[in-house]
């Protein structure tokens, strides 16, 4: 087991350092993604500065608690721009153009060859700004030192559950092929972790948590930051991440039997 890990850890410090030395030949995109992420992290800012500016607050969330969701929010916007939209956008035109045959036929899990196989730095800028603002907002609250380490594991727990969807939808595209509306959609739904649960109606509180979990994303861990986390929560979050993950395995096992390779 120590082998085959260490094995994907070269093939996948192969595959990044290949990624990265390819994106960096246009430099000036990175500039246009910082401007970019900067951009939409200030209209974020502003959509939440209209609720608090007349004094109006959510339930139980004060200016600064509501910007640690917010942080927290765009850490894993760029987590899914760095590590997962390169790789899982890709798994349709694989399909389409009949190249997964290539991947299926390397001695290596293909479900770990598609969702690693690059990456792009395009998406670090939210992660600076995502963590720029977690701090600024956690200094004023004067959190914890160790509520940042117990952050950590729902955080962690979100972007597993967040792959994991994300895969999954990738791999109706062996029926389905064109999903691009379909991942807009997804992605227009998580847009509702900028804001605590707390900001919705009851109805919608219950949508966002069961089902399609966007508070285990974003709420689960900004709770855990400002030390209200409790424990049936964070482990819901580990479960839901874990299931997830046991799912789209097996899920991609499935969709395998209904692939028609290009070359049949």
């Avoid at 349709?92 to 299926?104: A, E, N, S």
């Avoid at 390397?106 to 992660?127: E, M, R, Y």
């Avoid at 594991?153 to 559950?161: D, E, N, R, T, V």
């Avoid at 804001?195 to 399609?212: D, L, N, Q, S």
């Amino acid at each position: 087991m120590a082998t085959n890990m260490g094995r994907y850890l070269q093939v996948l410090k192969l595959f990044w350092a290949a990624a990265i030395s390819a994106e960096l030949e246009y430099r000036i995109n990175f500039v246009l993604a910082a401007l970019s992420s900067l951009g939409n992290l200030a209209g974020s800012w502003f959509g939440l500065f209209l609720f608090y500016r007349t004094g109006y607050s959510f339930s139980g969330y004060s200016w600064e608690e509501a910007l640690v969701v917010l942080g927290i929010f765009t850490v894993l916007q760029g987590f899914s721009s760095t590590f997962l939209a390169p790789n899982l956008n890709r798994i349709v035109d694989r399909v389409q153009q009949g190249t997964l045959d290539f991947v299926l036929l390397k001695p290596i899990n293909s479900q770990f060859w598609l969702s690693a196989n690059t990456v792009s730095p395009w998406g670090v800028p939210d992660l600076i700004f995502g963590a720029l603002l977690l701090l600024y907002a956690t200094n004023k609250l004067e959190v914890a030192i160790g509520n940042y380490f117990l952050t950590a594991i729902p955080l962690l727990f979100g972007a597993i559950s967040l792959y994991s969807i994300w895969f999954v939808l990738g791999a109706t595209s062996i029926w389905f092929v064109k999903i691009y509306n379909v991942t807009s959609v997804l992605k227009g739904l998580l847009e509702a972790g900028r804001f605590p649960m707390a900001a919705y109606p009851a109805a919608y509180r219950f949508f966002f948590t069961f089902i399609v979990p966007v508070a285990f994303l974003t709420t689960v861990p900004a709770e855990t930051m400002l030390g209200r986390g409790e424990i049936v929560w964070i482990a819901g979050a580990g479960i839901l991440a874990i299931g997830l993950l046991l799912f789209s395995c097996y899920f991609w096992k499935f969709a395998l039997r209904f692939y028609t390779s290009a070359s049949s």
